[in-house]
């Protein structure tokens, strides 16, 4: 029952933090939005409007981002066209669990999934004001970090002989 129990633990972690981190952005994200946000959100809502990834009616500052949390801000706003603010928190859920299951997957290629699991959930803790802005709440760099776990998780994963080409392939792909 003990043994039970301490596998449990990591996970029953990463689902508290998970779940401390959605609930504190539904209850305070709305009075934190900002320029950089806000924009995002339009940008997601105008590619919803014209059916795409690109617009020709939208003028890009300083980069086209192939990594981007835009797509999922688009998917949110279509599930929740008339909520903005449920809009970001979903997207922040989905940006949250892709970040947990790709430190996991570069924890696993290690060889030590389980400080994997406790690191995921120590690190969705916005620990600091500007982590939680820019990670936790903001979502800013959740998605680079994000692929670059996934790609170190496939580069320790290259060692194995099966589907090595695959992986070489894929972070390629992802190098690009």
């Known amino acids: 029952m003990k043994k039970k129990a301490a596998r449990l633990l990591p996970w029953l972690a990463l689902a508290v933090s998970y779940v401390f981190v959605i609930a504190l952005y539904a209850l305070i994200g709305r009075h934190n939005v900002n320029a950089d946000i806000a924009s995002e959100m339009v940008l997601a809502d105008l590619l919803n409007k014209e059916g795409?990834?690109?617009?020709?009616?939208?003028?890009?500052?300083?980069?086209?981002?192939?990594?981007?949390?835009?797509?999922?801000?688009?998917?949110?706003?279509?599930?929740?066209?008339?909520?903005?603010?449920m809009a970001r928190t979903l997207s922040l859920a989905i940006l949250m669990a892709a970040f947990a299951a790709s430190m996991i997957y570069m924890g696993r290629g290690a060889g030590c999934m389980i400080p994997a699991v406790y690191a995921a959930a120590a690190c969705m803790l916005p620990v600091s004001e500007v982590h939680r802005f820019l990670f936790a709440g903001g979502g800013f760099y959740t998605m680079y970090v994000t692929v670059a776990f996934?790609?170190?998780?496939?580069?320790?994963?290259?060692?194995?002989?099966?589907?090595?080409?695959?992986?070489?392939?894929?972070?390629?792909?992802?190098?690009?």
Do not use: C
């Open 52 to 85: 795409g990834f690109l617009s020709p009616n939208w003028y890009y500052s300083t980069e086209l981002r192939v990594v981007s949390p835009v797509p999922v801000y688009q998917l949110a706003l279509r599930l929740f066209p008339g909520n903005w603010h």
């Open 150 to 176: 996934l790609l170190i998780g496939l580069t320790l994963r290259l060692v194995r002989q099966k589907g090595r080409l695959l992986r070489l392939a894929l972070i390629a792909a992802m190098s690009l």
